[in-house]
């Protein structure tokens, strides 16, 4: 299973997790053809794969979610997933949301949680892989939690992530800032505004460049190095906008974090990689990703025993 693969049946669990599995697996493939479709050249004729993606993946699609919807309407019951909150979601006048309301949500979401989450698992990855030491630091503190355990089944809890992991979190942070999985985001000017001589007027659209702000010397000291100490001192307000900022932060902002924190546990104490492929550069599919995805040969790892602490 590719990390892609991974993050797309990981958000699939978020949105849809309360199905049937055979309408989960369905509705995974079809939204990984969806999703490569539209990320592709947006030439809407027939022979292309956005046209493909368009037609037929988004329509399987659809009809598949209609099945789950219609599912759940007969069991009436309530569901703690995404789509569950969609579906009793209603306005002040008690007007709930259009079947296509709901598909285009749910999609939107499932195409938001899949390429950028995958993206910041492979880069975190890279980064663990140039960094032998800080890897087996990461191990350590991963490895402490779990020795805290009863057995090595025990669920990870959320007062592990939120208080027991420190520098994985920092990782995480620094692994955001320097890899710059999405570079830039569109906003619009409310008020005039003057800017180092410039006047930006009301109502133009302006691109925000994340890697520009993260890049910049004034703020980071040798932002070029992966150097997750940094994080140590909170960094100063909007100087640090992987998500975005303000009233239009990403939504799935906590999910990601979330996700990355509970990879880099299972993958760390359980798994040692080697990379297979060229380790330099970078390249955009559609996103910043490691140049050639950068493929990793990945053996069982022999764990520390719960009780002694050896080796």
Not at 49 to 63: I, T
Request: contains cysteine.
């Amino acid at each position: 299973m590719s990390v892609f693969q991974y993050a797309l049946k990981v958000a699939m669990e978020y949105v849809v997790g309360a199905a049937p599995h055979y309408e989960k697996e369905e509705l995974t493939k079809a939204c990984e053809h969806l999703i490569r479709g539209v990320s592709s050249i947006p030439v809407n004729i027939p022979g292309t794969h956005y046209h493909k993606a368009l037609k037929d993946s988004k329509k399987k699609a659809c009809a598949l979610l209609e099945n789950i919807v219609s599912w759940r309407q007969l069991e009436k019951r309530p569901h703690g997933d995404i789509l569950g909150i969609l579906m009793d979601t209603q306005d002040e006048d008690g007007c709930k949301l259009t079947p296509n309301e709901i598909h285009d949500n749910v999609l939107t979401l499932l195409y938001l949680g899949h390429d950028t989450a995958a993206a910041a698992l492979t880069w975190a990855v890279k980064y663990l892989t140039d960094n032998p030491k800080l890897l087996e630091d990461v191990t350590a503190e991963h490895e402490t939690i779990r020795q805290k355990k009863t057995s090595q089944d025990e669920t990870l809890m959320w007062s592990d992530i939120k208080d027991q992991m420190p520098l994985s979190i920092r990782v995480i942070k620094e692994t955001l800032r320097i890899a710059n999985i999405v570079e830039f985001c569109y906003r619009e000017v409310v008020e005039d505004v003057e800017y180092k001589g410039y006047l930006f007027p009301k109502g133009w659209r302006i691109l925000v460049a994340h890697s520009a702000v993260h890049s910049n010397s004034e703020y980071y000291t040798n932002p070029g190095e992966f150097n997750s100490s940094r994080f140590k001192i909170a960094p100063k307000p909007y100087t640090y906008t992987p998500f975005g900022n303000g009233a239009h932060v990403c939504l799935g902002r906590e999910l990601a974090n979330l996700e990355l924190l509970i990879f880099l546990h299972h993958f760390t104490l359980n798994y040692r990689w080697e990379s297979i492929g060229d380790t330099d550069g970078s390249e955009y599919a559609p996103i910043h990703v490691p140049k050639g995805g950068f493929p990793i040969a990945v053996r069982r790892r022999k764990s520390r025993s719960m009780t002694d602490g050896k080796g």
